[in-house]
Nanobody, 126 residues
Framework: QVQLVESGGGLVQAGGSPRLACATS????????MGWFRQAPGKEREFVLA????????YFADSVKGRFTISRNNPKHTVYLEMSSLKPEDTAVYYC???????????????????WGQGTQVTVSS
């Protein structure tokens, strides 16, 4: 089992480039396919991006392609969501998620992820 803890959210100006972190309770990040999702008020949780265990394959939602990316720091057991050119419509609670241990397929639907963090709020001001 892995516990996920996000950090790095807050109030950001439009056009900003914050980085969210997801700590994996000491587990090896390359053991998990990792994804980021977000949920805006009154909306369903939506896929943002996800990467395979070793980062060789990454899927992006069209809305973030070219602006967001994911990176992993294995010694720190942390996965990052690197955001840029933020827009007000990016305002949401952002969640990191992990598929089951050693599951390699990259998935885009929340039901395919076993472990979830508590979420961190990102608010983009115009």
């Amino acid at each position: 089992q892995v516990q996920l803890v996000e950090s790095g959210g807050g109030l950001v100006q439009a056009g900003g480039s914050p980085r969210l972190a997801c700590a994996t309770s000491g587990r090896t990040v390359s053991d998990y396919t990792m994804g980021w999702f977000r949920q805006a008020p009154g909306k369903e949780r939506e896929f943002v991006l996800a990467s395979s265990r070793r980062g060789s394959i990454t899927y992006f939602a069209d809305s973030v392609k070219g602006r967001f990316t994911i990176s992993r720091n294995n010694p720190k057991h942390t996965v990052y969501l690197e955001m840029s050119s933020l827009k007000p419509e990016d305002t949401a609670v952002y969640y990191c998620a992990a598929r089951g241990l050693y599951v390699s397929d990259v998935a885009t639907t929340p039901s395919e992820y076993r472990y979830w963090g508590q979420g961190t709020q990102v608010t983009v001001s115009s």
